[in-house]
Each structure stands twice: as C-alpha cells, then as structure tokens.
C-alpha cells in the first residue's frame, strides 16, 4: 500500500516505561481525536501473517487475546453501542490476516477525527522499517517522550520480573543481565530511535517530550500536544484525571540500589551528555545525577559492605554470561601470534577439506550461482579413490562435504566411503537444504554407520534462511521452508540414527535479514540449534560478480539491520567461541575500518578440492591452483608461485573477510573483543601477562 489516506494521522513510538499508558487514556478522551479500544498495535514490528499464524505462533497474541477476552466476559451486561463497536473492532483485531489494509481498517471508526497507535516498540525499529511507514504514510505526525534512561531501564526490569515472570530476580548478577541485554538496552537508545525516525520524517512532524513533564505539568503538556496534533487546545478540554500524577522517581539511588545505579550510570552516562547537548532542560538533571552517582564509585567505593574489586568482578560475569575467568584464559593461550604466519609456514600439509561433490543444485538461492556452473565430466568414483589416497591428504583429520546440494548425488555414501579411507580423518560434515527429506534420511543414516564403524564423528548441517516465505525467497523455491523443517524435525527426533550433531545455518543477506527475529523466535520455539553467518562474495560459488545483489554489506539500512541482530546474538549465545564469532560480525558491520577478527584455519590448515579435481587454497579468494587430474597435490599445493598467491591472500584479503571459516583468532584480535565487549579493565592486564608469558 504505497499511501494510507485512510490510516492513522499519528503515532505514539515511546519510550518504554515513560508514561505511553497514560497518553493513551488521555487523547483518547478528547472529542477530535479517536484511539483504538487497545493500545499497541503491535503491526509494524510484527510480520504480516494468516490467522493461523498469529493463533500457532504469536504467544502475545494469545496472552492478548485471553485478557480481553475476560474483559469482554465481564462488561457482557453493558449491551449498548459502544460495547458492540468496541467487539466488532476487537474480532477484527484478533481473527484477521494482518497486512496494510488490515491495519488501515483498524481505524475506519475514527472516520473524521485525528486517529493515532500508541506502540513503544516502534521506537525500536530499524531504518527499513521506518521507511516503509514513511511510505504507507509520509503525514504521519510522531510522538515520542523520554525518561532518564537510568530510571526508564530500571522500571523495564522490575515490569519484567513482577509482571511477566511473576518473581523477582534472584540475584544482582541476573538483575545486571537483564539491564545489560539488548532487549533492554534498545529501547533506551533514545540517539537510535531519534536518528532512524528522523531520517524519514521532517522535525515539524516529530514532538519530543519529556516524562518529567507529564509527572509535574501534565495539563501543559497536553495542551501543547493538542497543538501539535493541531486539535482543539483549549484548556477545558483537558481531563480532570490528567492531573493525577505519574509515579516519579524522587532520585535514583531512592529506590535503586547503589551497585545497580553505578552500573546504569556507566551504561548511559555517554547517551546522557549527548542527550543534554541536543535538549538541555530535564536532561540536565538526568546528567548532574549521573555524574554524582559516578563520583560516588570513585571516591566512596559501592557499598559499605562491598568493594570496587567485588563490583568489577560481577560485572565481569555478566558481561561474559558466567564464562569463568579460567576458560577466558585458556582461549587466549590457544590464541595464535601474528609472528607464527609466514611463507614457511605455508609448507605444512593440510588438516582440512573442502569437498564440494557437485555442482548440481535443487536450490536458486540469491546468494549462490553454483546452480548455474557446469556440471558435467564432475569427478567419477575411481578418481574420487585415487584422490583420497593423495600424499597431499595424508594428514587432513576433517572434511566438509557440500555442493551444490550433496544429498543428490545418489551414491553419497560410496563416496563418504572413500573419504573414511584417510589415515587421519577424525570428523566429517554434511551440509543439506533439506529439501528431498526420504532420500537425506536414508543416506545420511547410512553415512552415519559407515562412520560409527571407524569412530569418525558425523556432523551435519542443514540450511534454514527465513521464517516461511522468507526462506522460500532466499532459496527461490516454493514450499522450500515446509520441506526443509520436516527434514529438521525429525532428525532431531530421532538423531541418534542420523547423526552425533547437527546444526541449522542461516546466511544473512539483504532478502531475510529484516525477518531475522521470526525465524530466531521460530527456532527458539522448535529448540533448533541455529547458527547465523554473513552471505559475502564467495568465487567457488560464482557469487563474487553478484554480492551486491544480495550482500548487507552494500546497502546501509541493511548492514544496520543486519549489525542489531548479531549485536543481540552476542548476550544470547551461552558459547565463548560463538560470542566471539558473532563480535566479529558484529564487529566488522560497525566498524570505520572494518577488519576481520575471527581465525580462520584456511590460511595455514585448508585445502579446497572441487567436483571436478580442482584444487583451491581458500575457496572464498583462492585462484585455482591447480588440477589433481594432471598432477599429483604436493605439487600443485607446495608449488612456489602457488605459495607466494596463498601468501597474498593472507596479506591482502584475509582481513577484510567476514567469511564464517573459523579457527582460533590472532591473540590481539581477542584483546578487541575482551575490550569492547565488556565494561572490564582488568581483562587488559590478564592478557598483558599472558602475552608475554607466550611470547617469552
């Protein structure tokens, strides 16, 4: 719907926590303007989705749903026309297909009135989202009031745990999670929601106020809101009830502890000075309080009875999610130096294959073009043999097989025979787009025995881009998401026939990436064990002349995108590796500079054989080097020139890849990770220490 004459004419984005339920009951008593009988929409941020959907896979949704629907039970006496208005209009909210002419029906019974959605989760939403309002409707006049973030973050936290889990936390270490996780944090980044908002609506259209003002002046402030929304002001018409006050904070540290207000003031106080240079007002007391409870941490410690050093050692393990300083320590003495790569470094045998079997493909991803290569005259089962008996293969311990799609090579399993035949082989790894589920099951079943008889550990992988359609455009096949969770859903029932591990990969790309939360919360639901990479340039694949077709990279609201979800990943995620994995995306999406942190065991340890007998260093920047079809492999790969290439990659390339090879990262790598993740300084000093232990 490119626009919305018949939509609302304002929206209430938030903040969370800073008065949103109050507006709602106060415009919605003024005569020119007409509210929904329900605040929060909820459209924007959500997907559009059939009824079905909403019922199966939107749990507030359901908690809606049941708590109108006693409000209903109880007001059935009151059978007047409002009542029936207000039925008529929540039957259509509930038991709907959502889509844009859903949601501008929502407000036909405002017809003539200024019509408004007071929704706080609008405030954060992505760049891309925002623009699609802004086109469904460009008059759109915003609303938006913040509170002390300070205050506005502990209010969240006590909601979250009296009213949502009904406790209350159980400790300060899991309070500090809370405050610190994205799910908190996001929405009070005022900077954020008034960057991404003004990008697509003028300053004329955007009313900024202030909580306190509510709390001390609240007829004020909604006759100077009534102008905005240019409705009648006069004073008259402001509800007597208006003047009942909201709760106000007498000052932070009155009801939070001191430990918790030092470690929102830490958080915030950057935002805070920023916020009082832009505003000033209300936003000089929220910095003079800051910076007091900041003063109070330097010069009189945390608590009495507590000591800065016990506080730092807290936040640490927040910040880490309970990781114990002794696993941190052991990554880094597992880390590499910068001085352990050079050209004779190169000379050592490869440890790892890629082994890609075929170019042939069921799949049309947007990301890939090997469905569009040649696969005729592709390597015959005796070559395959002969190969795997190589000198060059002699101390390789895993193998990843890929495609194309493996899984339609009919005699897969004679293959992965072969491929057990090497001396040191230790782990094998499948990945599949699920899609031919009775021929993946058999084969895979039967590649798994084959393994368990030589003690070989079997991991398998299997592709999963989107939540429903999402995946069908990222894959562009029909009905691809249905084939490919019936595949997943029973292997995971019954894994022990299929597998020692699995793990569902998603590439992020421009298609899916503003659909990443539904397919993250689907997940979650189904307990599958998701894995998030970056779709970036790959010349095996023949995606390198199209990345910017696909590529976040080359689209600015998408790499935003795209950084908000590994950022989320980063506190999600319970793994040290995995945290780091996704820092490093993370990372590299929101960096001036952007480097790659992460190791990757191509540059000394990898070898990429494809299904024609070519051989390649890296397949994502690797040259062909060579042929096992004309020479045997110590020749192609330890050939001078050949070497010299690899070394350029490393040099050249290695670094700005953000490719999801892994291996363990360079030790100074890590530091920026402990660094920037974290509130802690003493991670500086442990890895000073260790630095030099190694490097003595």
Known sequence: MSGCNSCNDFLGIG?????????????????????????????????????KER????ARWRRRFKQESLKALKEFNILNSEYRKKIKWEFKYF???????????????????????????????????IQRIATMMPSL????????PIERAWSQAKMHFTYFQNRHFSSVSELLQFLDSRHCRIRGDYLRTLNNWQTFYPQRQLFIGFYEDIALYPHDFLIKLYRFLEVDASPQLVPEDAQKPVYMTPSISAEISQKIAIFLAKLYYEQIKKLYEMFGKHTEKWLEQTENIL???????????????????????????????????????????????????????PKVIQFPITFRCNSRCVMCNVWKMDHKNEMSMDEIARYMKDSIFKEVESVGINGGEPLLVSNLPKIVE??????????????????????????????????????????????????????????????AFKKTTQTIDHVLKKKERYCDSIDIGCTVVK??????????????????PMKYRLGIENNRIASDKSASDYSVLYDSNKRQAAAEFFDSLIAKTQSLNDKFKYFSIFYFLTSKNPMRLSGCRWQEDGITLDPKGDIYYCAVASK???????????????????????????????KNCVHDYSGMPYRDDFLVFLKEASLKTKWTKIYEELNKELSG
């Open 95 to 129: 038991f709907s297909n959502t889509n844009d002419n859903w949601y501008a029906s929502l407000f036909k019974q405002g017809s003539g009135k200024m019509k408004g959605d007071i929704t706080p989760d609008y405030s954060i939403l992505n760049k891309t989202a």
């Open 55 to 58: 019922i199966v896979r939107d």
């Open 141 to 148: 006049k915003i609303i938006f009031v913040m509170r002390n």
């Open 624 to 654: 062909k080097i060579g042929s096992l079809r004309e020479k045997d492999g110590e020749s192609i790969y330890f050939d001078k020139e050949n070497l010299r290439h690899r070394d350029s990659i490393i040099q050249n390339r290695c």
């Open 511 to 528: 298609q899916n990436v503003d659909f990443l939360a539904e397919l993250d919360t689907f997940a979650s639901i189904k307990k599958y």
């Open 295 to 349: 003063k109070n941490d330097t010069s009189q410690g945390i608590h009495k009875k507590e000591s800065t050093d016990q506080f730092k050692k807290d936040s640490d393990n927040i910040i880490i999610d309970n990781i114990p300083e002794e696993t941190i320590k052991a990554y880094i003495k597992r880390c590499k130096s910068y001085k352990e790569i050079n050209i004779q470094s190169l000379k050592k045998y």
């Open 15 to 51: 903040a969370h926590k800073s008065a949103t339920t109050w507006l709602f009951e106060q415009l919605k008593k003024h005569p020119d303007i007409w509210m929904p009988p329900l605040k929060e929409l909820h459209y924007f941020d959500a997907r559009n989705c059939s009824l």
């Open 418 to 479: 072969q491929v057990l035949t090497l001396p040191r082989i230790k782990n094998l790894n499948i990945i599949s787009n699920g899609y031919n589920k009775e021929s993946i099951l058999d084969r895979t079943e039967n590649i798994y025995s084959l393994c368990r008889e030589k003690n070989i550990q079997f991991h398998l992988s299997i592709s999963l881009d989107g939540y429903g359609q999402a995946h069908d455009r990222v894959r562009g096949v029909k009905n």
